[in-house]
């Protein structure tokens, strides 16, 4: 069975620099997997809550998992008001 959609880039798991609270992960993942991150978030406090694995591997997502290639700074100076 041949897939009828046009090939695309290949999906990457990385932190999101637009969606984020904290480091982005959460962010990140919900993009992933096509959810809203507020499920993703919920799904962390949860964990961590109960087994505390939760902290855990938020933690060691933010430090294994690169940033996406967005760049949300502002270009330039800051305006004068």
């Not at 430090?63 to 949300?72: G, L, S």
């Amino acid at each position: 069975m041949n897939s009828t959609t046009s090939p695309s880039r290949p999906r990457r798991l990385t932190r999101s620099s637009s969606d984020k609270m904290i480091g982005g992960v959460a962010g990140g993942l919900a993009e992933y997997f096509d959810v809203d991150p507020v499920i993703v978030r919920v799904g962390f406090a949860v964990s961590t809550a109960f087994s505390g694995a939760g902290l855990l591997a938020y933690l060691v997502m933010l430090v294994i998992v690169p940033r996406d290639d967005k760049d949300t700074r502002p270009v330039g100076p800051p305006l004068a008001a």
